[in-house]
């Protein structure tokens, strides 16, 4: 099959997935961050596959915006990355307009990474940090300085990543969160994530809580 019907089979799998975390009221996850499309995924790709992504983007997050469970759950929607500069005008409103519609939302923290590139974060945060220098040169750089000058500012540190279809091939792509995920325990699964399943996703929390994390020491 070509590639690019798999994106639309990976939305389904998002969906699932999402539903089966807000549902359960007592988990003490309150942060889930997906990885939807790197810069270069949405520019050097055939353009077959990448107008199949910006279909699925914008499908996708418009019914996601009418879900009702957005406000039972009090779910918040978090788009990170160059999407306003790569998506097309009416995909990107419809971004802009499920933010808005969940930005005061607190118990479950959805964030979605879209024409994202960890080297364009860290540049930006090193532009930004460079300039506030040259303001008040007794600016002292620090890990918090960094981290409030990242695109990922209001995220916490990544605890747990789940990389599928890679079980034989582990890489990372695109410098994916490079400074928060620092300490991150990692966990690889042959399951493309077209296969992924909420199961699928137990299992690697499982795995998670019966690691005794050292944090480099």
Same mark, same amino acid.
């Given at each position: ?8 089979? $990976? ?13 359960? +009221? ?32 914008? /499908? ?20 990170? $990355?160059?999407? +306003?500069?790569? *998506?097309?005008? +009416? ?21 979605? *990474? ?8 860290? +540049? ?8 506030? &220098?040259?303001?008040?040169? &007794? ?13 990922? /500012? ?44 909420? &199961? ?18």
């Amino acid at each position: 099959m070509p590639s690019w019907r798999g994106h639309y089979q $990976g939305a389904e799998t998002l969906k699932s997935l999402i539903e089966s975390l807000s549902k359960v +009221k007592e988990a003490k996850v309150g942060f889930v961050s997906f990885w939807g499309g790197s810069i270069s995924n949405l520019t050097a790709r055939p353009q077959k596959e990448i107008e199949a992504l910006f279909d699925v983007y914008g /499908k996708y997050f418009a019914m996601l915006s009418k879900r009702k469970e957005l406000k039972e759950w009090d779910i918040r929607v978090r788009i990170i $990355g160059d999407w +306003k500069k790569i *998506l097309p005008a +009416k995909v990107a409103k419809i971004f802009d307009g499920i933010i808005k519609k969940t930005k005061h939302h607190r118990r479950l923290n959805l964030t979605f *990474l879209i024409a994202y590139d960890g080297k364009e974060e860290m +540049k930006s945060a090193i532009s930004r940090i460079v300039a506030l &220098k040259l303001k008040n040169n &007794k600016l002292k750089v620090t890990e918090d300085l960094v981290k409030r000058n990242l695109w990922t /500012k209001d995220l916490p540190l990544v605890d747990l990543v789940v990389r599928t279809g890679v079980e034989n091939d582990p890489h990372w792509s695109a410098g994916f969160m490079m400074w928060d995920c620092a300490e991150t325990q990692l966990y690889f699964t042959k399951t493309l994530w077209p296969d992924f399943t909420a &199961k699928e996703f137990e299992k690697a929390v499982q795995s998670y809580t019966k690691v005794q994390r050292r944090f480099g020491k």
